[in-house]
């Protein structure tokens, strides 16, 4: 890969799939600047800069604690409402006996 020509965040997906595991976000950083070899003035404005571009990019999701990881490795939770009909007819009832419940509270509090 021409890392010198590739734009950051592509430099820094490529280090974390050559990675294949998170990494510190200063690390991920550092080694970025480094494989780019950009003349830098101010370390501290472009540890900045590439770390806000990976925030910035969909491909990459923080994992907490510093830790940068690839969106691709954790793929979407799916959520599926799986009822059944004995289940559906259970938690209806449910809901009415709360609903009763809730009622008869409320009458009380109003005498």
């Known amino acids: ?4 020509n590739s734009s950051e965040v592509d430099v820094a997906y490529h280090v974390l799939t050559q990675a294949g595991q998170t990494m510190y976000y200063k690390d991920l950083v550092l080694d970025v600047i480094d494989k780019k070899r950009k003349p830098v003035q101010s370390l501290s404005a472009a540890i900045s800069e590439v770390y806000t571009l990976i925030n910035m990019d969909s491909r990459f999701q923080y994992e907490g604690d510093g830790q940068w990881g690839l969106t691709e490795w954790n793929p979407p939770e799916v959520k599926r409402h799986v009822r059944s009909s004995s289940s559906a007819g259970s938690s209806s ?10 009622k008869k509270k409320l009458e009380s509090i109003q005498e």
Do not use: E
């Open 1 to 4: 890969m021409d890392f010198v």
């Open 93 to 102: 009832k449910a809901a009415a006996k709360a609903s009763s419940a809730r």
